[in-house]
């Protein structure tokens, strides 16, 4: 027995290193594309140095913390201990008193943010600007690292991010942070992990009461565990998720990824997919890449898309209630009505000048939620690129994204006061009311959220002052326009 066990330990191992031996190949076969990006980014941070000099020295100068957010004393793969991995995460604010008040005993909102990095290059400190812009104003900023490509697949980073949000809402008491006003943002590739997170916790939370079902009608065992994620924790105690810049829809993105360096084969190693021995990376167009795609592939891809998975939601809550009410006459609006109460309130952002990610994906997820009746606040920044929220604008003394969230974090967690969403020039759910973008899509897309009234409590954050010392200009103008040149994304 100990033999077999020994000798199943080495086949996991070596699969492990063979797998991730695959995935550095991958990326080794397309060096040349690589470089260039690489170069045009490292130009990219030349010219705003001045900016990222302030970055570093608040980044290591400010009032944060790394905490170790993973299992303790656990092993990973191939051995490593956790502790030696990503699972940490920086908080920043602690330690700082807002209004000069060193007393107070209110607890703190809370943001976790998730940064981008096309699931290759994302890391904690990118966000320290965001950090710095909410701090000031009583926010309690959170930001999970977690693993990359090729060290590990999406489903690696989704086990990362939904262990981190864990940890926040058993720990975040700990340090002055209100574990029940938490809202979870994401940017690019960050946003669509969050995405993946919370639709997978609505599918989870389904799942159970499905299981509930079965048990009471003597079906199935009550103790199987049927759940997507590890985490305990239901997507209602999230206050509500913020989605900038966010790939919703992967098999649409396809061919948009391989035209900014992520290959056919890059892709299906970073979302899991089948990788043939026809690889069909060279020359590669839209039509190419849809006449080939496998149904693995596809299946694959759908799995890790938020939009695919939303819809997943649905069909399997319509499929619950229908179960559930079998002597009762209802009818599918009234269950899809429903499903909203259990998604946490919603937000899309998105830049309408973003070449990395196109406006059109925020502007078909919106009307996905849209037709699902699902309520969903939208804000489109007009000529705004993909990495202009959280780089180039703040740079330039611009905080509008930054202030946006602020408002929705003082709106979704009962802040008194808090400005209405219309009042923010935030839409329910349509593109058209606050942006210069016209689609015919856009048409289509409005919805009543009847969900975002602030509730008076003694929660008294201070409105946002774009005019506070922290949030002045921090590179010449003439610099960031040069560097939107160089851009690499």
């Not at 009042?423 to 959220?449: P, Q, T, Y």
């Not at 008294?460 to 949030?471: A, C, G, K, M, V």
Request: charged share 20%; proline share 4%.
């Amino acid at each position: 027995m100990t033999s077999q066990r020994h000798h199943h330990t080495l086949l996991t191992k070596q699969t492990n290193n063979n797998t991730r031996q695959k995935r550095i190949w991958d990326l080794l076969r397309h060096l040349p594309t690589f470089m260039f990006r690489f170069l045009r980014l490292l130009s990219f941070v030349f010219f705003l140095l001045p900016a990222f000099v302030v970055f570093l020295y608040h980044y290591f100068a400010c009032d944060r913390i790394a905490v170790y957010y993973g299992l303790k004393g656990a092993i990973g793969e191939n051995g490593e201990r956790m502790w030696l991995s990503r699972h940490y995460l920086d908080m920043y604010g602690s330690r700082t008193h807002v209004n000069g008040n060193t007393t107070e005993k209110e607890k703190k909102p809370v943001v976790i943010f998730l940064t981008g990095g096309a699931w290759i290059i994302g890391y904690r400190m990118w966000g320290c600007l965001l950090a710095r812009a909410l701090v000031p104003f009583g926010i309690l900023v959170i930001i999970p690292d977690y693993r990359n490509f090729p060290k590990v697949n999406i489903k690696g980073m989704v086990d990362d991010v939904d262990m981190s949000i864990q940890w926040v809402l058993d720990h975040v008491e700990e340090y002055g942070g209100d574990g029940k006003r938490v809202v979870l943002v994401g940017q690019s590739a960050g946003a669509h992990i969050g995405g993946v997170v919370v639709a997978k916790k609505v599918l989870d939370w389904i799942r159970q009461q499905q299981q509930q079902q079965s048990y009471q009608r003597g079906q199935g065992s009550n103790e199987e565990d049927c759940r997507h994620l590890k985490s305990t924790y239901s997507p209602q105690q999230l206050c509500g998720f913020i989605t900038t810049s966010s790939p919703h829809n992967l098999v649409t993105m396809r061919s948009v990824f391989h035209r900014h360096g992520l290959s056919a084969s890059v892709q299906r190693s970073i979302f899991g997919g089948i990788s043939g021995s026809n690889d069909y990376d060279d020359d590669l167009n839209d039509d190419t890449i849809k006449s080939v795609a496998t149904s693995d592939d596809m299946d694959v891809f759908e799995a890790w898309s938020p939009y695919h998975l939303v819809k997943k939601c649905q069909s399997e809550y319509i499929t619950l209630i229908s179960d559930g009410n079998t002597n009762r006459n209802n009818n599918n609006n009234e269950s899809i009505d429903q499903l909203k109460d259990i998604f946490p309130k919603l937000c899309v952002i998105h830049g309408t000048a973003d070449k990395t990610v196109p406006v059109e994906e925020a502007i078909e997820f919106l009307s996905l939620l849209s037709n699902l009746q699902i309520p969903a606040l939208s804000k489109m920044y007009p000529g705004w690129s993909h990495t202009d929220p959280i780089l180039e604008k703040p740079m330039l003394g611009n905080h509008l994204y930054h202030r946006d969230i602020y408002e929705m974090v003082r709106l979704w967690t009962g802040g008194s006061g808090a400005v209405s969403d219309e009042g923010l020039g935030f839409c329910n759910g349509n593109i058209e009311c606050n942006s210069e973008h016209k689609s015919e899509n856009a048409e289509i897309i409005g919805i009543v959220d009847d969900s975002t009234k602030a509730v008076e409590d003694d929660l008294n954050l201070r409105p946002f002052d774009e005019t506070h010392s922290i949030l002045r200009p921090i590179c010449p103008t003439t610099l960031v326009e040069i560097a939107r040149v160089c851009n690499p994304f």
